[in-house]
């Protein structure tokens, strides 16, 4: 088992693309913005995560992002959950200067957003010293540091469907942090990562007829999907 998981890790690196900046010039980003006549968004985002230093040698780590113009429009099924979206404006400052969420803030023309993704239990918690299971972290892309990585690719796969979009809180509620994490899920029996999850919220959400990677997102666990029946 121990060789099996090197060699598809050193498949994966092989197959890498060199450079970030060329993917970014290759394959553009959409805008997170909401057009004309659009009230909320969903979108595939992608971040370059370096585990290893080592050029050539990245992961990426998939993810959605929800865009909403008003949040209370989740009622009270995601009352909690609203208050994690934050001003798209404040997204980059320190945890105590972000605006997050509540119906006093609420102002027309306001965008608020929020992310939908898991990652190993010392991704999250940086006391711990094993990988541990596969944890839930919403607005863990947020998190400015090496373990989070850096947004590279975002794309829009829905518009104004806030059925999607409860469908997706859903999956990220009812997920119970229970499944084994694992940097290479395709190489092992019961292990998971993010990538796994982020594929299991797009089934789960009936989006995964929209899932267009580019090639050159290396990105292991995706073929793998967290349904809520594992």
């Not at 429009?73 to 972000?98: C, G, H, M």
């Not at 590279?152 to 499944?179: C, F, G, H, P, T």
Request: with cysteine; glycine share 4%; proline share 3%.
């Amino acid at each position: 088992m121990k060789n099996k998981y090197l060699y598809i890790i050193w498949i994966l690196f092989l197959t890498q693309c060199m450079t970030t900046n060329k993917m970014a010039k290759k394959y553009p980003s959409d805008k997170i913005v909401l057009g004309e006549g659009e009230n909320n968004a969903v979108y595939l985002a992608v971040n370059h995560v370096d585990i290893l230093q080592i050029k050539g040698m990245e992961f990426y780590h998939l993810f959605m992002i929800i865009l909403i113009n008003d949040p209370t429009v989740l009622k009270s099924d995601f009352d909690e959950r609203a208050l994690l979206f934050y001003d798209i404006k404040t997204r980059d400052l320190p945890e105590d200067e972000v605006s997050y969420f509540n119906k006093s803030k609420w102002k027309e023309n306001s965008l608020w957003e929020t992310t939908i993704s898991a990652s190993s239990e010392c991704a999250y918690d940086m006391s711990a010293d094993k990988l541990g299971n596969l944890t839930k972290v919403p607005n863990f892309d947020r998190i400015d540091n090496n373990k989070s990585g850096k947004r590279v690719y975002v794309k829009k796969i829905a518009v104004n469907n806030m059925a999607i979009i409860k469908r997706i809180l859903e999956y990220e509620q009812n997920y119970d942090n229970s499944l084994k994490y694992t940097l290479i899920p395709e190489a092992s029996k019961n292990g998971f990562n993010s990538n796994s999850y982020f594929r299991g919220a797009l089934e789960y959400a009936g989006l995964i007829d929209s899932l267009e990677v580019p090639s050159c997102f290396k990105s292991p666990g995706l073929s793998k999907a967290v349904s809520l029946n594992n």
